[in-house]
């Protein structure tokens, strides 16, 4: 057991690291191509953050137990916006009334939506995986679109825009910005497979249910990495990078961790899922208009507000 919580600890410690080094290789990759580090953080650090979601996915599918992949799935994307979003406003103010966050927004919304609609058929099976995965692309070349278009736009304006994104180095060399976002996709799932296998170790021993485990420790323990990259993000003053990661996460958890597993192997929805967990996830999403639409930062008190009402969550799916 004391092996367990060292390499909890452990985990935890590699966690942190990773999110840091992943920040700071996006923002400055964001600055050698000439694209927002919002754009950065919707692709490369929302689906590096979103492994150890995709691995534990296609591992519950191949051990026969597809219904933790969609709970790990559908539980992680309520943490990664009262969760994630909610800890690190309450260390800082995130000022994400900078940014236009409306067009990201909304494709995590449709991806939402669609998802529920497809989970209504009862399983998630290679026509839905292929619906997903198409729904997935097209996002991704909305966004090389919108990436293209900003390198054309006027440099003078990108100048300026750098300046503001702190921590940013001009002169870091590729090599360095390489080495920094390698060290942050290798380092945030392998984090979390330590915190959740051991986590489960402890949870185990103390005789809470696999079913509670999957839906509660491990979606938690997945999100770790966003929530260890949007600490480390609302730190810096990069509320950019933050709210984009979470958008970004939650777009490929639904697309692409359920899309790549559902080609492995069926995925049965059950019906709880249905009748609550995927609404609470829906809901929690719809939290987020007025930090995208009505210009509002997520505050300290914001960030209480989230982070209990994922404490309630919590509470009710243990308390049934």
């Avoid at 984090?191 to 170790?201: C, E, F, K, P, R």
């Amino acid at each position: 057991m004391m092996t367990a919580w060292l390499l909890c600890g452990l985990g935890l410690v590699i966690l942190l690291l990773a999110g840091d080094a992943l920040v700071k290789g996006a923002v400055n990759l964001s600055l050698r191509l000439g694209v927002p580090a919002l754009i950065v953080s919707l692709t490369i650090v929302a689906f590096g953050t979103s492994a150890p979601e995709l691995l534990i996915s296609i591992k519950a599918v191949l051990d026969g137990v597809p219904g933790l992949a969609l709970g790990n799935v559908v539980g992680s994307n309520t943490a990664n916006v009262l969760l994630v979003l909610g800890v690190p406003a309450i260390l800082a103010t995130m000022h994400t009334s900078e940014f236009n966050t409306r067009k990201s927004y909304l494709h995590m919304i449709a991806a939402s939506v669609l998802f529920i609609a497809l989970a209504f058929r009862g399983v998630f099976d290679w026509i839905a995986a292929l619906v997903l995965l198409a729904a997935l692309t097209a996002m991704l070349l909305d966004a090389a679109r919108d990436a293209n278009a900003h390198r054309k736009a006027d440099q003078a304006d990108n100048a300026t825009d750098e300046e503001e994104i702190e921590g940013v180095d001009p002169d870091m060399p590729g090599w360095r910005i390489g080495v920094y976002l390698v060290l942050g996709l290798v380092g945030l799932p392998l984090g979390a497979s330590l915190l959740v296998d051991n986590a489960t170790i402890i949870a185990r021993t103390f005789g809470i249910s696999e079913t509670v485990i999957g839906l509660t420790l491990v979606a938690i323990g997945t999100s770790l990495p966003e929530l260890a990259t949007t600490v480390v993000a609302a730190l810096r003053r990069q509320a950019d990078v933050a709210l984009g990661n979470v958008i970004g996460s939650n777009m490929f958890n639904l697309l692409g961790i359920i899309g790549i597993a559902s080609l492995v192997g069926p995925i049965t929805v059950d019906p709880e899922f249905l009748r609550f967990d995927l609404w609470v996830m829906l809901c929690a999403s719809l939290l987020l208009i007025p930090f995208v639409y009505l210009g509002r930062n997520v505050t300290r008190l914001w960030g209480v507000i989230l982070t209990l009402l994922y404490g309630g969550y919590l509470f009710l799916l243990l308390a049934t």
